[in-house]
């Protein structure tokens, strides 16, 4: 607009129809722009989405031609005979998990308080630099040093191993998720429950970890995704285990008069197999029968994790509803 | 700071002698700094029991940092650090070994959101006393029914006792945080502009709910609104910075609300009062 026009001539111009006919051209600009803006968004979406369903159909579709009930129930079978099933990767599976949640779950959500209530101390500082540089330590690395740590002190491979390696793999993502989770937690609700006395602890369990409680599940959850995933790791530390079967140990250490202990230690102290190594090796090996059930192994991996995400997901919102009164 | 001299000689008035009230807690001589800012500058006070003092001002005067200094909640910042005392029947609270965890069960505070934990209105309310050891299901609900109440909320909350804190209107969940202070017993009721987030209805529920409880406690209120000051309180405190570099907060003027209000001895304080700053 030209300064100099005063504010009569402006209205004059308008009654002119002067400014009419520009702005229609502009709008029509305006108009085109802004729908190849928005195809070309649309499209770029629909790009990146193709691997994803083409990904999860393909999985589906040659997966779950050769699944069946005892691919879940059944120990493998010698090489060359079809059928069997891996039943030993999936208990193996849940083990490594079970032994790297617990390994990092306290350690994680420990250190994300310290991170997010005292940021800018030494070891606040410290904890936060180093979680972002274990995060790009390739997982390879950590089954490596794994591997010296406890595998060469112990003379074995074992899923103790396993899961210590997966558990420094979930720790960043444990430790970030849950100190952003516990940032957004209002910094009155703390002060309510020191106001009336409480200590800082006792807020911090009572109070605050409640009220971050998804979030920090949600943490835990994605760390779990994340490890059970990997392979990379366990190749040096679990090794795999084509007998590791629960039942069998339980059942042969009750037999044999063995104290709960020693068949712990069977479970926990001798090399598994979990999913991802399984197809790992399955899809390395000549028989075609072994290849199917590598495909199978991917459905089930990507089911297992869909199915925990689902899951958490159901159950976050029955909490915040019930949280919020609804 | 010009104003000094007349502000302590005011403060004077409201001495326990001259009123024959029971003084409660007693600010002489505090300072208080974060960091290398002075953002409370000598701040002497004498606050009686069983009456309602408001602190007003205008924003970043200190107020509130003011109102926190008395159960420690500035605690909670780093690199703070105070002079002079706060006496609390008698007692310095900022004193070597003086215990945070005693002091603020008997300096309860109400903020100014209201913010109960996500749990059920039960729990909220049986926070504080569990804290102190109370874990008899027969005595947490004589206190939950007591402090609530005691809070006004009572009859609108007895038959969803187990229904969640946050599901409450904001009124409400500000009635359900000075029952959960309540709870515990305290001596002193400190309120950070506690119906600054609410509507005029539940604003009143709160200003007649303040005039119930000063029976049994000593309340102290920060507020922005004047009206609700000179509605509520039996004494005002006006505080100011002293000047724009500094940004120290000091006590300009303390006395009674009536005669801070009508007759107020410093010139601050009338500008303030009648509108014409801040």
Known sequence: ?326 | MMNRPQVSSSTLTVGPSLNGFEKKVEIAGFSLYYGKFKALGNVSMTIPANKITAIIGPSGCGKSTLLRAINQMNRLVLNVHTEGQVILDGEDIYAPGADVVDIRRRVGMVFQRPNPFPKSIYENVAYGPRLYGVNRRFELDQIVERSLRQAALWDEVKDKLSHSGMALSGGQQQRLCIARALAVEPEVILMDEPASALDPVATLKIEELMQSLKELYTIIIVTHNMQQAARVSDYTAFMMIDNPQTRTGVLVEYGPTTQIFTQPKNRQTEDYVTGRFG
């Open chain 1, 1 to 326: 607009m030209n300064p100099a026009l005063s504010l009569s001539e402006v209205h004059s111009t308008h009654a002119a129809g002067n400014r009419i006919k520009y702005s229609r051209l502009h709008y029509q600009r305006r108009k085109y722009t802004n729908w190849i803006m928005l195809s070309l968004t649309g499209l770029l979406t629909l790009l990146a989405l193709i691997p994803l369903f083409w990904i999860v159909g393909y999985v589906i579709y040659k997966g779950g031609q050769y699944i069946n009930l005892s691919f879940f129930t059944k120990m493998p079978l010698p090489l060359g005979m079809s059928g069997g099933g891996v039943l030993h990767a999936i208990e193996g599976t849940l083990i490594l998990t079970l032994l790297s949640a617990l390994f990092a779950i306290p350690p994680g959500v420990l250190a994300a308080f310290y991170a997010a209530y005292k940021p800018n101390t030494p070891l606040g500082i410290v904890v936060r630099f180093g979680t972002d540089v274990l995060a790009g330590v390739p997982s390879i690395v950590i089954g490596l040093f794994i591997y010296a740590l406890i595998v060469k002190v112990q003379h074995h491979y074992s899923a103790l191993a396993g899961g210590v390696a997966l558990a420094i793999l979930m720790l960043p993502t444990i430790i970030r998720t849950t100190e952003e989770m516990l940032k957004l937690v209002p910094q009155t609700l703390r002060e309510a429950s020191l106001a009336l006395g409480s200590p800082e602890w006792k807020t911090a369990i009572s109070v605050i970890l409640p009220a971050a409680s998804n979030g920090v599940v949600t943490g835990v959850l994605l760390g779990i995704a994340r490890a059970s995933g990997e392979t990379a790791p366990l190749l040096f530390t679990a090794l795999g285990n084509e007998n590791y079967e629960i039942g069998r140990i339980v059942n042969s250490g009750v037999s044999a008069h063995q104290n709960v202990f020693t068949v712990l230690g069977k479970i926990f102290n001798q090399p598994v197999d979990s999913l991802p190594l399984t197809l790992w090796k399955y899809a390395q090996q000549p028989y075609p029968e072994r290849i199917n059930q590598a495909w199978a192994a991917a459905l089930v991996l990507m089911l297992l994790v869909l199915v925990v995400n689902i899951l958490a997901r159901i159950w976050m919102q029955i909490r915040t509803s019930r949280m919020q009164g609804r």
